[in-house]
């Protein structure tokens, strides 16, 4: 039901009221689950209690506690605090039930271990009214309140909050005007791995029937790596790895546990592989119970068959992290081939790198094979494990580079987000624009991005054929865009075989 001026909605737990904002009704921080604190801490989410008289809905909600350094670079404490972190927020272009607009559900990145759905990176507006769409965005707990694996509490909460966050849609975005039987969930780096995860999760099963991942991470521990990283977490907290000793620690304190480790992760490179240069101390686990396999597993026997994808990459993913660490063109040929032998597939992986791209420079190489093995063959893999088994995927790959530092950056990782969403000047888009203004290509390319994305919301179709493992179409996102067999081919050779299982404990 809605007021006459169609601000005031009733959810199943109360009345909320949104603002006109520009043509759209915006509803920010409406609780779907109850704030995850005190005896709730650690484990999944609990059904939001109602409430009476309406809720005022202008503010976003406070963000779950998070880290706060990506890389090597400091990322600003988000605002507001409090305990409400499990919010969803809305922007509809008309709160008309009987409108059953598609609905897209928004899950962001920032490596397991930060991100929030306020970041202004995130702004939804223009996309909402591009597509004439109902979007939805989300908070989930991060870093050790959401993924690390404690005796006591269930494993990949994070992921649990989204699923609480989409069986709120299925119950209530009828009263927005959105339509609950046709919704798409997307995402971006852990956002994608986030999705990816949701695809093989059977708490998830049935809420949407479409998925968009953007630069999927082909990072998932297994539950005996993931109990080890907790074990060292705990005790950079001065605690034990239960949900009971570090429910004893502040929340907002909490994370500057993860914050000291991640440093330090290279010092674990012989229990940890692959896992320990990451310097990210979280990823959905492979439990058997609320993640049962790995997406690509999952996917390949059929999990995906009634959910059509969207899945891609940028071509110079790994670029970006060189760049706020301040090392583009300082890789050493010693980093070089540590980073060849610790990711490269096969026993022979350096050699074949060294002999696919001759002329590639320590830093190229550095890239390149971090590029693949972080972000590039995880997306494809998707792509191929959903046709595998069955299921419908359409690829693309982002080649445009961003203006800013004359296009040093290329086409990095999380350009694809200020493209999508039209916020240039906001979080990473405020690196990747820098100082040059918003060219007209980028401007198309949004307009392109938003089309893509809100078409294949409301028909399953992005515009572009879907991919086979035979002619491999491919829909390349550049000044002029063109859809040619997957242009990586180099590096799908180089992979082809390689199984991206759950990171082990090496001993």
Not at 74 to 103: E, F, I, K, M, Q
Not at 135 to 159: D, K, M, Q, W
Not at 356 to 379: G, H, I, M
């Amino acid at each position: 039901m809605t007021s006459a001026e169609g601000l005031e909605v009733r959810t199943a737990a109360g009345a909320v009221r949104g603002r006109a904002e520009d043509g759209l009704v915006v509803f920010r921080g409406i609780p779907f689950a109850e704030p995850p604190v005190g005896a709730a801490r650690f484990q999944a989410p609990r059904p939001v209690r109602g409430w009476e008289g309406t809720r005022e809905a202008y503010a976003f909600g406070p963000p779950p506690p998070q880290e706060h350094a990506f890389g090597d670079r400091a990322v600003a404490p988000p605002t507001p605090t409090g305990d409400d972190w499990l919010t969803v927020n809305v922007w509809t272009p008309a709160t008309d039930p009987a409108a059953r607009r598609p609905v897209m559900v928004w899950i962001y990145g920032g490596a397991y271990k930060l991100g929030h759905a306020g970041n202004p990176g995130y702004d939804t507006q223009h996309l909402a009214r591009a597509g004439d769409v109902v979007v939805v965005t989300l908070n989930y707990r991060v870093g050790i309140e959401g993924f690390a694996l404690l005796e006591g509490a269930p494993a990949n909460r994070g992921l649990l909050d989204q699923v609480a966050a989409l069986e709120w849609v299925r119950d209530n975005i009828t009263a927005f005007g959105g339509d609950p039987g046709q919704v798409t969930v997307f995402g971006e780096s852990a956002g994608a791995g986030s999705v990816a995860s949701l695809l093989a999760m059977p708490a998830a099963r049935g809420l949407f029937g479409r998925a968009v991942a953007q630069s999927v991470p082909g990072t998932y521990f297994s539950a005996e790596l993931a109990r080890d990283i907790a074990v060292e977490l705990a005790k950079e907290a001065g605690q034990t790895a239960t949900a009971a000793a570090l429910s004893a620690v502040d929340p907002r304190e909490l994370p500057s546990a993860g914050e000291r480790l991640g440093p330090r992760m290279r010092e674990f490179g012989d229990r940890w592989g692959q896992a320990a240069p990451t310097l990210t101390p979280f990823a959905p686990v492979v439990d058997g119970e609320v993640l049962p396999c790995t997406p690509w597993e999952a996917l390949a026997a059929g999990a995906g068959r009634d959910v059509e994808l969207l899945v891609g990459h940028n071509r110079d993913e790994y670029r970006l992290f060189l760049a706020l660490g301040e090392r583009l063109g300082k890789i050493t040929e010693e980093q070089a081939v540590a980073a060849l032998r610790t990711f490269a597939p096969g026993p022979d992986g350096e050699r074949s790198y060294r002999e696919a791209f001759p002329d590639a420079t320590p830093s190229e190489l550095y890239e390149r094979v971090q590029t693949d093995w972080l972000f590039n063959v995880p997306s494809l893999r998707l792509a191929e494990a959903q046709t595998a088994g069955g299921g419908r995927a359409h690829l693309y790959e982002l080649t445009w580079s961003a203006p800013a530092f004359g296009g040093a950056l290329g086409a990095c990782h999380a350009l694809d987000v200020p493209l999508l969403f039209g916020t240039y000047d906001a979080d990473l888009g405020a690196l990747m624009f820098a100082g040059t203004g918003v060219p007209d290509e980028a401007r198309a390319l949004t307009t392109r991005f938003q089309s893509a994305w809100t078409g294949f919301a409301r028909t399953g179709d992005p515009g572009w054929p879907a991919f086979d493992r035979v002619g491999r179409a491919t829909q390349v996102l550049d000044v002029t865009p063109e859809v040619r067999p997957y242009p990586e081919e180099v590096a799908r050779r180089l992979w082809e075989g390689y199984d991206f299982a759950a990171l082990p404990l090496l001993k």
